[in-house]
């Protein structure tokens, strides 16, 4: 059962329509035993020229000690904006939570929202870049150039899946900025990291997959979205960094690796040919035994990690979703 608790701003409350001349936006985060950085990240969201915002702050069951550190950071920020603090009381997962958070904004009238990490910090722009951009009537989709937090190294600057390996092709991985990506302003799909969506969008195609659990939903859900006939745009003006693996306690946790090898191949599932469903299936069992030779190799507890490889396997092939 969710429990609500609603953080006013103190200025005065102005209509949403009319502070910007954009519509209303609701920022969607995510919260689940990382209260430090969520309290980070709401302090930057109070530099945001933008101002005609409401953060739905989605807690996605959280232990209580988590929880009460993050209610008491919050009283502690005195924040310029309106905030509501959502406690689903179990993990929900990615979509689950970000879903959580859309249905309660949707239900308090707002017209764009915005799905941005927990890890992330933003600059003065971010927000008002990526609502310029999807004002044009195709677009529904909109994402930030990311960079990896403290630096202008390249995070994410536009992205495509291979159809035949399911393996995610990220412009710029690792590369520090120069604006040789400033171009690439239609990529196949935004990332979830920081993910502007137009109203008309979900009510066309509807919500996140949740049976991914988490990863590929956001590749899941922009397939969907251009099946639908939505452009998607990248603001390269609207910059956002990420501190990346702080949301999910690093990439060698080896549940993420479980997700990953899963999903991979539930995306081609779902949107492949019978070709490429053949060779994602022929690519998932040799990652597989590259990651199985590579944990025998180096990393501890070796047996609880090959046995969570072979589940992400013989669950791929079996159609198995939802959470480990």
């Known amino acids: 059962m969710e429990k609500l608790l609603c953080i006013r701003f103190s200025r005065k409350k102005q209509d949403k329509k009319l502070i910007s001349g954009f519509p209303s936006v609701a920022i969607i985060l995510i919260n689940y035993n990382g209260s430090k950085v969520t309290l980070e990240c709401l302090q930057s969201l109070q530099k945001l020229t933008a101002t005609d915002f409401c953060?739905?702050?989605?807690?996605?069951?959280?232990?209580?000690?988590d929880v009460e550190f993050l209610k008491h950071g919050i009283e502690k920020l005195r924040l310029s904006y309106q905030l509501l603090l959502i406690e689903t009381g179990i993990n929900l997962g990615y979509a689950g939570g970000n879903n959580t958070g859309i249905r309660h904004a949707l239900e308090e009238g707002h017209e764009l929202f915005w799905l941005l990490n927990n890890d992330t910090e933003v600059n003065e722009n971010s927000l008002v870049e990526l609502q310029k951009v999807i004002s044009e009537k195709a677009?529904?989709?909109?994402g930030s150039k990311i960079y990896y937090f403290?630096?202008?190294?390249?995070?994410?600057?536009?992205a495509s899946i291979s159809m035949v390996t399911g393996n995610a092709v990220v412009a710029g991985k690792n590369e520090e900025d120069a604006g040789q990506?400033?171009?690439?302003?239609?990529?196949?799909?935004?990332?979830?990291?920081?993910?502007?969506?137009?109203?008309?969008?979900i009510e066309q195609i509807g919500y996140l997959k949740?049976?991914?659990?988490?990863?590929y939903e956001d590749a899941d859900y922009c397939m969907r979205a251009r099946n639908s006939g939505w452009g998607m745009v990248l603001a390269p003006l609207s910059v956002v960094y990420h501190k990346?693996?702080?949301s999910s306690d690093g990439y060698e946790n080896p549940l993420i690796s479980y997700y990953i090898i899963r999903n991979r191949f539930a995306y081609i599932r779902r949107f492949g040919s019978v070709f490429q469903k053949v060779s994602a299936l022929i690519?998932?069992?040799?990652?597989?035994?590259?990651n199985v030779y590579l944990v025998i190799l180096r990393k501890d507890k070796k047996m609880h990690r090959i046995r969570i490889?072979?589940?992400?396997?013989?669950?791929?092939?079996?159609?198995?979703?939802?959470r480990l």
């Open 55 to 65: 953060v739905f702050l989605v807690d996605n069951g959280s232990t209580s000690s």
């Open 139 to 142: 677009v529904g989709i909109a």
């Open 150 to 158: 403290g630096s202008r190294k390249i995070w994410y600057a536009g």
């Open 181 to 201: 990506y400033d171009g690439n302003k239609f990529p196949q799909f935004i990332t979830g990291c920081s993910m502007l969506i137009k109203k008309e969008v």
């Open 210 to 215: 949740e049976d991914y659990f988490m990863y």
């Open 244 to 246: 990346a693996g702080a």
């Open 283 to 290: 690519y998932l069992w040799y990652k597989s035994i590259k």
């Open 309 to 322: 490889i072979l589940f992400a396997v013989f669950h791929a092939m079996l159609g198995r979703m939802g």
